[in-house]
């Protein structure tokens, strides 16, 4: 499930999954990527220990990770070479919110390309519905594209270990082509799984005041 700033949600009424992190997405989230010890800002209580990362850039999640054009081809190269850290989850948790908040929403046939190979067996949540829930989505009138953009974004690590990682990652939405003051998130968990990472559930366990004001930044973004 994706969390949406309050307003957002009492104003225009987007459906939660379609805004994953995935969400954040959300979406719906659908929306919605770093690990804690190399930023001042602090983890969750009761996270496990962190997997071994290296020291410098890549070790901080990329906010991009899957490229500016929002395609399914695009997300499942990111999933392959994301890398087996911290860091290469997180940033493709990430890349999962930012594709699923998109708009127009991706095909059917692209929601099921993409299930298949991002979603981690016995997947829960909205996301594990995520081909469906698609299909099923209504337009959204007025709005004629959409997505999230992690430049100015935030996540917080809520657990790791080396085959697992549970992160919060949100972003500013951007609709027709301008951005917004509105905020996505959602809380993301990834496994290690046939060699990739993959989604095994979504949620919301951090607000979006708590996720920007003390979470850390990425190392790029789009």
Known sequence: MVRRSPTTDARRGFPRWAWFVVGAVVVVVLVGGVAAWYQASPKASGSAATPAATNGAAAIPNGCLAGTSNEAAGLLKAQKEAPRSEAGAVGLAAAVLRWIAQ????SAADGTTVATAL???GATGTVANLAANLAAAKPLPGV???SVNFADGRYVVEESTPDMVRV???GAEVRNGKPTDQKIASTVTLVWEDGVWKVRSDGTERTIDDLFASGSAFSGGC
Do not use: F, H, I, N
């Not at 708009?103 to 991706?106: F, K, L, N, S, T």
């Open 119 to 121: 979603l981690a067996k």
């Open 144 to 146: 004629t594209s959409g």
């Open 168 to 170: 919060t990652v949100g």
């Open 103 to 106: 708009y127009p929403r991706p």
